[in-house]
């Protein structure tokens, strides 16, 4: 299967940039302290959540279809050896990461890019050993949706979001189309579907954030949405059945 960003790999590098500082207060406090954790994050990139983990202590496997986007990761390696072991696979399956293997898991800012939600959270969970974590960004499914737009109060100049089809799942160019040179569109679905597919797969909630953001339509409405939870004990008596 082809990877929608090995067309846009060289351009999704430079705009996401080299470095393993990750200027993401939400992802750094909701991941905690890695030092010594196994980590695989998934659908990872040019490697950058990759190499801010082993960064800071984790060994970390790193996953993504996109071959172009590993290529560049690789490199980066190259220049900054962090341990860190990158794969090509499909988030759907994670086909050869092996079961119960990881203390955490991340997907940062990818799993709104991925088809199909409830193969890629089970394959998770999958992955995660007894009482493992996770953590997940996504574009806001609330504010970012398939018609949105902003406005200004004719009477005090405010700002507001406005927001339009949120029933309607599915995939859309939104979210790339202000960036030429990416535009490679991701999968909107509803607040309601995201809980119910980590729920389904065993995957508790245990915090959410919604920080704001550094625009002034950002700051009255959050852009993102973070979940962080961890394996249920369902999940174990599954695998022990």
């Known amino acids: 299967m082809r990877a929608k960003y090995d067309d846009v790999a060289t351009e999704y590098d430079e705009w996401v940039g080299a470095g393993s500082a990750l200027d993401d207060a939400a992802f750094t406090e909701l991941t905690g302290d890695v030092a010594g954790q196994e980590i695989c994050v998934v659908a990872c990139g040019q490697g950058r959540e ?30 900054q050896p962090l341990g860190i072991s990158y794969r090509q696979g499909d988030a759907h399956t994670l086909d050869g990461v092996g079961t119960d293997s990881f203390d955490g898991a991340v997907c940062h800012m990818s799993l709104m890019d991925i088809p199909d939600l409830d193969g890629a959270l089970h394959s998770m969970a999958r992955i995660l050993k007894p009482g493992g974590w996770y953590v997940v960004s996504i574009t806001h499914p609330c504010f970012k949706t398939p018609a949105t737009g902003e ?42 579907t995201y809980v119910n ?38 999940r174990q008596e599954k695998r022990h059945d």
């Open 197 to 234: 597919t980590l729920t389904a797969a065993d995957l508790t909630i245990d915090q959410l954030r919604e920080p704001p953001g550094d625009t002034p339509i950002w700051r009255e409405v959050p852009q993102l949405l973070y979940i962080k939870g961890h394996l249920s004990p369902a």
């Open 151 to 192: 406005l200004v109060d004719h009477v005090d100049k405010s700002i507001k979001r406005t927001v339009g089809k949120y029933y309607a799942e599915g995939y859309w160019d939104g979210p790339g189309a202000h960036r030429s040179a990416l535009p490679v569109g991701a999968y909107h679905r509803t607040l309601s």
């Open 50 to 79: 990759a190499r801010y983990l082993a960064g800071r202590g984790a060994v970390v496997t790193a996953v993504d279809l996109s071959e172009k986007l590993l290529e560049r990761a690789r490199q980066h390696e190259e220049t």
